[in-house]
Every structure is written in structure tokens, then in C-alpha cells.
T-cell receptor
Framework: DGGITQSPKYLFRKEGQNVTLSCEQN?????MYWYRQDPGQGLRLIYY???????QKGDIAEGYSVSREKKESFPLTVTSAQKNPTAFYLC????????????FGPGTRLTVL | DQQVKQNSPSLSVQEGRISILNCDYT??????FLWYKKYPAEGPTFLIS?????DKNEDGRFTVFLNKSAKHLSLHIVPSQPGDSAVYFC????????????FGTGTRLQVML
């Protein structure tokens, strides 16, 4: 069953704790992306990776970190430096960075208490 | 600076009628446009896209029109069905932005019985 997996669906953390959101894909796509969505807003790009062992900051990278050690995996760490971490986080993939259609995972709702 | 704008936050349409969702953009470097459909607490689903070399693209009940001179695109859904009720996002990418997508804030479509 091919696709993009994000787990867990809902995640709760205490303020001041780092938390890592997982994103796995078996589509053999080269590029992967992390977005966050807040109520009434569009999706905003946090980080993206066009190839293994390489990634670039998006529009709102402050307080976040990523790694891309494997093609299939692109975990996102929300650090304690992120001032408003409560949001809906979406992972996406595309076949390559020259093909712009991105496909999204089901998302993780992070709530920081 | 909102480069992709969806000025109508919501739209209500009767079942069987046409739904028209609009999107405006300001960046003349955008050359590829996409529409996504999103249900609450789920990831966006890709619907249809259009390249700037075209002015129309159809896929079943969905048609996207692009007016480059006006920097405007629209999504037509005919006939509208209750299952079309969702939030619709337009997105754009272009030369110099690699694979980055810029999203609008979304339009909530409600198709009434």
C-alpha cells in the first residue's frame, strides 16, 4: 500500500519539550516537505529536502529542525524555541524538484500544553 | 505579503449547480498552478493543475481556467455534489522557486442538498 505516513495523528507535549514528528513515504519520491497550517491560514512551508542529506529552510523555519538521512524519511523536530508550536503539521512529497505537484500525508495535530 | 489570494473565505452552492472558486496572484514568475481539496484534520488532496502555457485544463467535473494577463485563475466544478463540500486551496510555483509552493488561504465550499 503506497503512500505517505505521518504518525501519530494527535500529539500532546508540555511546553519546553522538544518533539519529533515522523514522515515516511514509499512512493520513491525524491523531494519531501514540511508545512504547518493554522486556522484561517494557508499552508506555510517550514523545510524542504530535494535529495538525501540535503535540505533547505522554508518561510518559517525558526524553531524547527529536520534531517534527511534516508530517501523514505524526513522527520521534523519542533524545538522549545518555536514560540507557537500548536498547529496542524503536514508532510508532502513530490517526484522531483522539477515536478511541482506535491502529495500530502494525513497530517499530525500537535498540541503543546 | 500574500502572493496568492483567495478573497472569498466561503461559498455555498446548490447540488447540481456550478461552483466557481477564484484565486489571484501577484508574482509574475509563477508558471504552474494547482488546486487542492482538504477535509478537516486530513491532508490536502491534489485535484488539478495548469501550466502557464495553457489557459484551460479539464479533468472530469473539474476545470481550471488561467488568465495570465489578469493574474487570475478559477476552478469550476460542474455539477457540484455534496461530497465536494471541503476547503479548496490554490497554490502556485514558478521559476526561481524550485519546488516551493505558495498557498492561498482557502475557500470553504458547502454544497447544499
Amino acid at each position: 500500500d503506497g503512500g505517505i505516513t505521518q504518525s501519530p495523528k494527535y500529539l500532546f507535549r508540555k511546553e519546553g519539550q522538544n518533539v519529533t514528528l515522523s514522515c515516511e513515504q514509499n512512493l520513491n519520491h525524491d523531494a519531501m516537505y514540511w508545512y504547518r497550517q493554522d486556522p484561517g491560514q494557508g499552508l506555510r512551508l517550514i523545510y524542504y529536502s530535494q535529495i538525501v542529506n540535503d535540505f533547505q529552510k522554508g518561510d518559517i523555519a525558526e524553531g524547527y529542525s529536520v534531517s534527511r538521512e534516508k530517501k523514505e524519511s524526513f522527520p521534523l523536530t519542533v524545538t522549545s524555541a518555536q514560540k507557537n508550536p500548536t498547529a496542524f503539521y503536514l508532510c508532502a512529497t513530490s517526484l522531483s524538484d522539477t515536478l511541482h505537484t506535491q502529495y500530502f500525508g494525513p497530517g499530525t495535530r500537535l498540541t503543546v500544553l | 505579503d500574500q502572493q496568492v489570494k483567495q478573497n472569498s473565505p466561503s461559498l455555498s452552492v446548490q447540488e447540481g449547480r456550478i461552483s466557481i472558486l477564484n484565486c489571484d496572484y501577484t508574482n509574475s514568475m509563477f508558471d504552474y498552478f494547482l488546486w487542492y481539496k482538504k477535509y478537516p484534520a486530513e491532508g490536502p488532496t491534489f485535484l488539478i493543475s495548469i501550466s502557464s502555457i495553457k489557459d484551460k485544463n479539464e479533468d472530469g467535473r473539474f476545470t481550471v481556467f488561467l488568465n495570465k494577463s489578469a493574474k487570475h485563475l478559477s476552478l469550476h466544478i460542474v455539477p457540484s455534489q455534496p461530497g465536494d463540500s471541503a476547503v479548496y486551496f490554490c497554490a502556485a510555483s514558478g521559476a526561481g522557486t524550485a519546488s516551493k509552493l505558495t498557498f492561498g488561504t482557502g475557500t470553504r465550499l458547502q454544497v447544499m442538498l
